[in-house]
């Protein structure tokens, strides 16, 4: 009932920059918190940013100063710009938001996207 897709991905120098989108899609009566996570080879899945519905965003420190979410809530996507890309940030991002349905909207439910690979790499 409720899609997340991720695109963006894809292969980048260092220094260099991607954007990275997920829209949600479906039966959505509201979208509540976006983020997303990555997780490399051999690694936990850690969160890089969160977005809240009207609050206020964080950072995991690793990106602090070189990643931004933003949200576009009328298209019920979320992005994440990454700039100044270092090998380190190699990883499959995934979208993760709280939806809430037109069937039971007084509650919400978590939902992932699929995941988008990220290669920074000379």
């Known amino acids: 009932q409720v899609q997340l897709v991720e695109s963006g991905g894809g292969l980048v120098q260092p220094g260099g920059s991607l954007r990275l989108s997920c829209a949600a899609s479906?039966?959505?009566?509201?979208?509540?918190?976006m983020g997303w996570y990555r997780q490399a080879p051999g690694k936990e899945r850690e969160l890089v940013a969160i977005?809240?519905?009207?609050?206020?965003?964080k950072y995991a420190d690793s990106v602090k100063g070189r990643f931004t979410i933003s949200r576009d809530n009328a298209k019920n996507t979320v992005y994440l710009q990454m700039n100044d890309l270092k090998p380190e940030d190699t990883a499959v991002y995934y979208c993760?938001?709280?939806?809430?349905?037109?069937?039971?909207?007084?509650?919400?439910?978590?939902?992932w996207g699929q995941g988008t690979q990220v290669t920074v790499s000379s």
């Open positions: 993760n938001a709280k939806v809430s349905t037109y069937i039971r909207t007084w509650t919400s439910d978590l939902y």
């Open positions: 479906g039966s959505i009566f509201s979208v509540n918190d």
């Open positions: 977005f809240p519905s009207g609050g206020i965003t």
